[in-house]
Every structure is written in C-alpha cells, then in structure tokens.
C-alpha cells in the first residue's frame, strides 16, 4: 500500500479493480462494453470527430514507420 496510514493510491486501486474484473469476464464482455461505448461515441460525436482521430492515428503511424 502506497500512501500513508495504510491507504490504497488510486493507481494501485485500479489496477486491482482491473484485474478483478479480467478475472470474472471473459472476451464477450469486453466485446460487448467496447460496443456499447462505440455507440454513445457516435451518437454524441459527429463525422468531423472521426476523421480528426483517423488524421492523428494516420500521423502517428507515418512517424512510426519512419523510424523503423
């Protein structure tokens, strides 16, 4: 336990609550979360969203290959 008077830090707290949670769900679950949260992403972002981030991963992939 990181902090003092033996109080679990937030990073430590979810880690363990992630590791709780890959040991009770399997692959569906997170298929399914993931899903659901494409969803909302959609619904409350618009196009403009998508190729902002398509334009960043599209970037990012370009500086990667360049220094391989």
Not at 4 to 29: I, P, W
Not at 44 to 66: D, L, S
Request: proline residues 0%; charged residues 40%.
């Amino acid at each position: 336990m990181a902090n003092n008077h033996d109080k679990m830090s937030r990073e430590e707290a979810g880690r363990k609550g992630g590791e709780t949670t890959a040991k009770n769900h399997d692959k569906e679950f997170y298929q399914e979360i993931g899903k659901k949260g494409g969803e909302a992403t959609s619904k409350t972002h618009g196009k403009e969203f998508y190729q902002e981030i398509g334009e960043k991963g599209g970037e990012a992939r370009g500086k990667q290959r360049n220094n391989d």
